[in-house]
C-alpha cells in the first residue's frame, strides 16, 4: 500500500505515491475504494474496460477517479485489480484500464463511508526524484 490517510475536518483527504504513472493512479483507485470499503474483501469477479482522454495528467487523474465512483453508483461495482495503460502523445495523454471487482455486498465489503464526489480542491499530481506523487481530496 502506498496511499496514506490524512486528518481533515469534514472530507477524506489522500496522498499516494508510485514508481510509475500507471502505479499512482493505481494507488489512488485503491484508496478511493478503501474509503468506502475494505478493498481486501473485494474479489476480481468482473471486468470492465475504461478508456480516458485528457490534456492534462492532473485532469486524467481526476476523471479515472470519477469514473470508478459512476460505476459505484451506477452498477454497484467496486475495484481491486487496475491493469493502467497510459500514454502521453501530442497535447493529451490516453488512458486504458482493465478495472476488476465486483458488486457490493454489505456483509462481505464491510461498508465505510460513501464517496459522493472527487474534487479539485487540495488536487495534486506531480513528478519527484522516486517516481510519481498526488493528493487527492474526496467528497463524503
Known amino acids: 500500500m502506498t496511499y496514506t490517510f490524512l486528518d481533515h475536518t469534514a472530507d477524506v483527504l489522500f496522498q499516494a505515491e508510485g514508481k510509475t504513472r500507471e502505479e499512482l493512479f493505481e494507488q489512488c483507485a485503491l484508496a478511493v475504494e478503501d474509503t468506502q470499503v475494505n478493498v481486501r474483501k473485494i474479489k476480481p469477479k468482473k471486468t470492465v474496460k475504461i478508456s480516458l482522454e485528457n ?17 459505484k453508483d451506477a452498477e454497484q461495482l467496486l475495484f481491486s485489480k487496475f491493469d493502467l495503460k497510459i500514454q502521453e502523445t501530442v497535447g493529451k495523454f490516453l488512458l486504458s484500464c482493465a478495472a476488476s471487482g465486483e458488486k457490493l455486498d454489505v456483509e462481505k465489503h464491510e461498508p465505510k463511508t460513501d464517496v ?9 499530481i506531480k513528478k519527484t526524484k ?3 506523487w498526488a493528493q487527492v481530496l474526496v467528497d463524503v
Open 116 to 124: 459522493k464526489a472527487i474534487t479539485m480542491h487540495l488536487f495534486e
Open 55 to 71: 490534456k492534462t495528467l492532473e485532469k486524467l487523474l481526476f476523471d479515472f477517479l470519477d469514473e470508478l465512483l459512476f460505476y
Open 130 to 132: 522516486k517516481g510519481w
